[in-house]
Structures are given as C-alpha cells and as structure tokens.
T-cell receptor, first 113, second 113 residues
Framework: AQSVTQLDSQVPVFEEAPVELRCNYS??????LFWYVQYPNQGLQLLLK??????LVESINGFEAEFNKSQTSFHLRKPSVHISDTAEYFC???????????FGTGTRLKVLA | EPEVTQTPSHQVTQMGQEVILRCVPI?????FYWYRQILGQKVEFLVS????????KSEIFDDQFSVERPDGSNFTLKIRSTKLEDSAMYFC???????????FGEGSRLTVL
C-alpha cells in the first residue's frame, strides 16, 4: 500500500535562509508526486508536481523538488525563503491511473523575521 | 482563472442532523473528490467520483456518507446523521484527468455540537 511520510511537523527558519522539507513515500510501482501548499484559512494549492521526465521540478515562486527513485524521496527545497512562504506544505502521491491521492501529515513552515 | 467553489464556508449542526455540503467543480473537469481535514491533522481521502459513479472510497466513507452530482455543475456530499467526530474541514477537488493535478476549493468547515 502507498504511504507518505513527512518527518518534520514544524520547520522554523529565518527569512532569506534555505529550507528543505522532507517527503518520503512507499510504493512498489510507479507513482506521481505532488507538493501542495495551504495558507491559513485557505484550501490547498498545487506548488509543483512530478509526473515523468526530468527529476528536478520547479515552481514559479522559487521552490524546487527532486524525485529520487532509489531513495523514494521527493524533498522540497528553496534557497532563500520569504515571510510569505509561511504555510503548511503537504506532500502527496498517487499511483498512475488510480483515483486515490495519499497525503502526508504536512509540515508547517514558519519563516521568522 | 477557473476555480472550485464550495458552500457553505461554515456550518454548525447538532449531532444526528443531516448535512449537505455543496461544490461546483471546474466546468471541464471529469473527476471529482471529497477530502477532509480534522483540525491540525492530515488531509484524508473520502471518495472519488467519475462518470456519475463512485470510483473509489475510503474506510471513512461509510453508509452515513453519500455523494451525488444532481446536475451538470454541482457535486454534493451528504452526511445523513452527523456525529461529533465528523467535525472537520471538508475539501472538494476536481481534476481534468485521472491522476492529474487536483484543484481544491477553499473548504467547508463543519462543526457538530
């Protein structure tokens, strides 16, 4: 069965510092991977996704994630965070051709001034 | 930009009452979903819906839950007899293709007293 693990429930980081939010998944078959962001009192918004092709994917606001099949990871990184990046970040996985997305427990990123 | 809309944004109900949460997915999307998020916890899959029938459901989605697409635009989640533990934020989502990007609504907060 698929599962997603986000080991860090909270990550405090100072503004302009780099950050990495970890995501590991377990699946014996090919999967699609996503990162969603949830700002306070809002729904989830797609940040970036890996479907196929290049293992490094980027978002428009400076985040990137790298799909590592051997380590079954899809960690999210940003070289320099802003106060506005404060939010909850969810990693999600789905088996190709299926309907059930599995979400991780989320990582609360708090950017400090 | 097209978006998923949900109503009501917040509903308070007494235990044992029926509740209907409404969603208008993005118009050209074909796959519809309900997720829920109990306060401070992970985003949990409830059900997926395609071609006017349930394609997959979780163990949470028991006989008290039902979904319907009564017309070409609305997608509803009904809870027949609410329990205290049904208190959560309920998110509707839609996608254009199976295993594609999910577009989420802003959620309906259900409080069961």
């Amino acid at each position: 069965a698929q599962s997603v693990t986000q080991l860090d429930s909270q990550v405090p980081v100072f503004e302009e510092a780099p950050v990495e939010l970890r995501c590991n998944y377990s699946s014996s078959v090919s999967v699609y991977l996503f990162w969603y962001v949830q700002y306070p009192n809002q729904g989830l918004q797609l940040l970036l996704k890996y479907l196929s092709g290049s293992t490094l994917v980027e978002s428009i606001n400076g985040f990137e994630a790298e799909f590592n099949k051997s380590q079954t990871s899809f960690h999210l990184r940003k070289p320099s965070v802003h106060i506005s990046d404060t939010a909850e970040y969810f990693c999600a996985v789905i088996l190709s051709g299926t309907y059930k997305y599995i979400f991780g427990t989320g990582t609360r990123l708090k950017v400090l001034a | 930009e097209p978006e998923v809309t949900q109503t009501p944004s917040h509903q308070v109900t007494q235990m044992g009452q029926e509740v209907i949460l409404r969603c208008v997915p993005i118009s050209n999307h074909l796959y519809f979903y309900w997720y829920r998020q109990i306060l401070g916890q992970k985003v949990e899959f409830l059900v997926s819906f395609y071609n006017n029938e349930i394609s997959e459901k979780s163990e949470i989605f028991d006989d008290q839950f039902s979904v319907e697409r009564p017309d070409g635009s609305n997608f509803t989640l009904k809870i027949r007899s609410t329990k205290l533990e049904d208190s959560a934020m309920y998110f509707c989502a839609s996608s254009y293709r199976v295993s594609g990007e999910l577009f989420f609504g802003e959620g309906s907060r259900l409080t069961v007293l």
